[in-house]
């Protein structure tokens, strides 16, 4: 399921936060947003996901505006990781990942059908989260959680999933687990996935192409080797870099701020 994106501005109140925007998702590929604190990266996500209404343009899920249909036929069809999620009080990890099945139901219906379980354990597992899917939420570490939130989006079965810096809270193995797992979602089920990632050397590794975006802008757009090149770093993130060689392909190593 393609998403694109045709002159996008928007964010909070009056004031635009990302402007122009203009951009294609297709159906099966990664997309990550990078640039440096403040650069429109979680705001332009907020729009592609209908939580921020934009102020001028359009963002289309396979053709057809989001802005303009329900809630849950969006839900239907694309799923967000935000980065900070509101923890419900008293909820299991399984009461909270079957959430996920809400858009999927209808309106009378309070249990979960043997479809939806299959979906929620799916989910669970794919996580790697089954030894405390009884415990409350409340009750688990940063990593943990972020880990549920994850299986939660993942159990509405969506077509397009974004993500809001996936890896915060993750130490480097949980970091590459869960990347690793998207990727395989990715490549296997040909999930379109769009994830904000602070972690330049990780973008560069998962994703297909890269926006990088400088004060609301798309400074670059297009594959890793176009993007991450040192006179982009340069003016975007104010570093000197090299890139090097490594056994996953290249990667960028800080010499010096600027």
């Not at 309070?110 to 989260?129: H, P, Q, T």
């Not at 890793?224 to 993130?237: A, L, M």
């Not at 060689?245 to 290249?250: F, L, R």
Request: charged share 20%; aromatic share 6%; net charge neutral.
């Amino acid at each position: 399921m393609s998403l694109k994106v045709n002159n996008l501005t928007g964010g909070y109140s009056a004031v635009p936060i990302v402007r122009d925007i203009n951009l294609g998702v297709e159906a099966g590929e990664w997309l990550s947003l990078v640039g440096a604190n403040g650069s429109g990266k979680s705001t332009l996500l907020k729009l592609l996901s209908r939580i921020l209404s934009p102020q001028k343009g359009t963002v289309l899920l396979d053709g057809k505006a989001i802005h303009t249909q329900s809630a849950i036929q969006v839900a239907q069809k694309m799923a967000l990781l935000p980065q900070q999620q509101a923890v419900p009080a008293g909820l299991t990890v399984y009461q909270l990942v079957g959430l996920g099945r809400n858009p999927h139901q209808n309106w009378w219906q309070w249990e979960l059908n043997d479809d939806d379980r299959d979906k929620v354990e799916e989910a669970i597992s794919a996580v790697g989260i089954e030894k405390f899917s009884q415990r409350p939420v409340e009750r688990l570490s940063g990593g943990e959680r972020q880990r549920a939130f994850l299986a939660l989006a993942l159990a509405q079965n969506p077509k397009v999933l974004l993500l809001d810096e996936p890896t915060t809270y993750l130490d480097l193995r949980y970091q590459l687990q869960i990347l690793e797992l998207l990727k395989k979602l990715n490549e296997k089920n040909k999930l379109t996935i769009i994830t904000v990632l602070h972690e330049l050397n990780l973008a560069i590794r998962y994703s297909q192409r890269l926006a990088m975006l400088l004060k609301g802008e798309i400074w670059a757009l297009g594959n890793t080797e176009e993007v991450i090149i040192p006179e982009n770093i340069r003016q975007v993130f104010g570093l000197e870099v090299a890139l090097i060689e490594t056994p996953i392909g290249k990667q960028i190593c800080p010499i010096q701020h600027l």
